[in-house]
């Protein structure tokens, strides 16, 4: 059975910082592409940034780049996000997904096979 799990979120005013982390258990994690979403209330899940299993050069909407940072630590079956100069329009419930499928897009959620249920950022203004 696989589980995905992610931690660190909080409450933190504009400009500051959060580090998420995602583990995942049940499958081989160093095999499979991952990606970070957000969703706010009443809206699509939004993909943030998402990073291969070979090529680890992440992937990020416009929105985001130059503040956000994906990485990932195979040995620690983790995937991270350094999220920096947050503002209060990045609030929302943030979660990552595994087993991106081939040829697929990575900021699509269905384009996964697993993910978790998410952890909430809110950032006040």
């Known amino acids: 059975q696989v589980q995905v799990a992610e931690s660190g979120g909080g409450l933190v005013q504009a400009g500051g910082s959060l580090t998420l982390s995602c583990t995942v258990s049940g499958l081989r994690f160093g095999d499979h592409g991952m990606g970070w979403f957000r969703q706010s209330p009443g809206k699509e899940p939004e993909g943030v940034s998402c990073i291969g299993a070979a090529d680890m050069t992440p992937y990020y909407i416009e929105a985001v780049k130059g503040r956000f940072t994906t990485s990932r630590d195979n040995a620690k079956r983790t995937l991270y996000l350094q999220l920096n100069n947050l503002k209060p329009e990045d609030t929302g419930t943030y979660f990552c997904?595994?087993?991106?499928?081939?040829?697929?897009?990575?900021?699509?959620?269905?384009?996964?096979?697993?993910w978790g249920q998410g952890t909430q950022v809110t950032v006040s203004s």
């Open positions: 997904a595994t087993g991106l499928r081939m040829g697929t897009s990575c900021t699509k959620l269905d384009s996964y096979t697993h």
